[in-house]
């Protein structure tokens, strides 16, 4: 007599994953309403009277606000968990995008003694550069990150790579469609209670409403602070009591740089290294989110032929290629994801920040040659491979030094000084653009010089020495700030 083998039972797909997705999904719908800033300035000047260096401001001290509420927002979240934190960022970050379609142009101006600020850029300010900034620090691609980090650990390069390439899809789909919008909308409207709403305005409206009803549900309903909440380990690995007989039980290691405190880290060598590089990386993508657009409307003529295709519309095609650099960013943030997990991460990160160099060297010195088409397109290509890569490789690299007990509010300062780059290379930007002669070949050149020491200081983190991958002791031991001399391995 033969007996039926009981049919194998198929295990649920891992939690984490579906952390990984909510993440890429709440940054995908999110991104254009922060990173489609470009889109609105050549459309809003006009309308308010404003020129590059007023809405230089209004980029600028957003990202700054950004930055220096992203410590706080950290230490939010390591208090109160993901969904609340989220739930009510991105609510009211929403709700303040869809406010932007009804900016009126104000005759007054606000007399500080000093400066006189025009009334409705008071507004853009106000609006855009403090609220949903604030609200963006509450649910930034830093926060989604310390989070996804506390799920994995053997995946955890390729987990974040994963989660972060939200913002680069979102940036490949949503930013082309919103120019395409934007476009075909100038002679129609929409009515939003007895307001007619029309080209730029209808799209702020849109991109809000998408946070609002989207965004803001998907992570109050998926998002969990930590695998233990549900009774699971990082990676979905067994339990000690369901692992294979014979098999070692499992502890969760930490490095040598651990610690209770955030304040503890800025008195260890890898805080000021990633910190030192993050501000070049604000250096450079701040620029690219608010004058990468407008460069190449410059430089572009009124109608462009690319490949088999025409455009009719110049800031249509520039979109395009903003489109495409960010969209590449999911390809090289997924690349450089699993290249994280097999090799030392800080020689990942400079090689991400020497081909970022790479590219800006082709957009600022092709077109000096004739070749300014071939110098755009080499740059989306370059740049949109290593522009996010930088982002998980860097949260990653933080946890692995640090732990997890305060990684939020330690995230949220190295976050910060990223933002104190993107503040003062969109303001140099600005003002430069007409020092010289409305051009962008200064502001590019030095910002992409600046790689070069971001790249050293990325490669000289002596990962081996401080990372938990490397050098790790029992959790049990308790956390305690190691005194060991800078020498070893890298």
């Known amino acids: 007599m033969t007996t039926k083998s009981a049919a194998p039972v198929t295990a649920p797909m891992y939690f984490g994953w579906y952390i990984v997705a909510t993440c890429f999904f709440v940054s995908f719908l999110s991104m254009p309403g922060r990173q489609g800033f470009g889109l609105f300035v050549t459309e809003m000047e006009p309308t308010f009277g404003w020129d590059r260096s007023d809405i230089s401001w209004v980029g600028s001290v957003g990202f700054l606000i950004n930055g220096a509420m992203q410590p706080i927002m950290g230490a939010l979240f390591d208090k109160y968990?993901?969904?609340?934190?989220?739930?009510?960022?991105?609510?009211?970050?929403?709700?303040?995008?869809?406010?932007?379609?009804?900016?009126?142009?104000?005759?007054?101006?606000?007399?500080?003694?000093?400066?006189?600020?025009?009334?409705?850029?008071?507004?853009?300010?106000?609006?855009?550069?403090?609220?949903?900034?604030?609200?963006?620090?509450?649910?930034?691609?830093?926060?989604?990150?310390?989070?996804?980090?506390?799920?994995?650990?053997?995946?955890?390069?390729?987990?974040?790579?994963?989660?972060?390439?939200?913002?680069?899809?979102?940036?490949?789909?949503?930013?082309?469609?919103?120019?395409?919008?934007?476009?075909?909308?100038?002679?129609?409207?929409?009515?939003?209670?007895?307001?007619?709403?029309?080209?730029?305005?209808?799209?702020?409206?849109?991109?809000?409403?998408m946070v609002v009803f989207l965004s803001a549900p998907l992570a109050v309903f998926f998002l969990r602070p930590s695998p233990t909440e549900l009774g699971l380990n990082p990676d979905g690995d067994p339990n000690p009591e369901d692992a294979p007989a014979g098999s070692a039980p499992q502890q969760r290691q930490s490095g040598l740089y651990e610690v209770n405190s955030w304040r503890q880290c800025f008195k260890t060598p890898p805080m000021w290294q990633l910190s030192g590089a993050y501000v070049v990386c604000g250096i450079t993508t701040g620029l690219l989110s608010i004058h990468f657009i407008p460069y190449a409307e410059d430089i572009l003529p009124d109608t462009v032929n690319f490949l088999w295709m025409t455009f009719d519309d110049k800031k249509v095609f520039a979109a395009l290629m903003f489109g495409v650099m960010t969209g590449l960013n999911a390809a090289g943030v997924i690349i450089t994801g699993f290249m994280g997990d097999r090799m030392r991460r800080k020689n990942v990160l400079a090689l991400v920040y020497a081909t970022r160099g790479v590219a800006f060297m082709c957009l600022v010195f092709l077109p000096l040659f004739g070749y300014g088409m071939l110098g755009l397109v080499a740059f989306a290509l370059l740049s949109g491979m290593s522009w996010v890569a930088s982002v998980p490789l860097t949260s990653t690299l933080t946890a692995d030094v640090y732990g997890f007990r305060a990684l939020g509010t330690i995230s949220g300062w190295v976050f910060f000084s990223h933002q104190i780059g993107s503040f003062f290379s969109i303001q140099f930007a600005g003002y430069a653009y007409e020092w010289f002669g409305n051009s962008y070949f200064w502001p590019f050149l030095i910002a992409g010089l600046t790689l070069i020491p971001a790249a050293i200081m990325a490669y000289s983190i002596k990962e081996y020495h401080y990372s938990s991958r490397y050098n790790s002791r029992p959790a049990e031991a308790g956390p305690q700030l190691a005194t060991a001399g800078a020498g070893g391995r890298y």
């Open 81 to 209: 968990g993901p969904r609340r934190v989220f739930g009510i960022g991105l609510s009211i970050m929403g709700l303040a995008i869809m406010s932007l379609a009804f900016m009126q142009d104000l005759q007054h101006s606000l007399n500080l003694g000093v400066i006189s600020i025009p009334l409705d850029l008071l507004w853009f300010i106000v609006v855009f550069s403090i609220v949903i900034n604030t609200c963006l620090s509450a649910a930034s691609i830093t926060n989604m990150l310390a989070l996804v980090v506390r799920w994995f650990r053997r995946k955890r390069s390729k987990a974040t790579g994963l989660a972060a390439a939200g913002t680069s899809i979102g940036g490949l789909l949503m930013i082309p469609f919103a120019a395409y919008l934007m476009g075909i909308i100038d002679n129609t409207s929409l009515n939003i209670a007895g307001v007619e709403l029309v080209g730029w305005r209808t799209v702020w409206f849109l991109l809000g409403a």
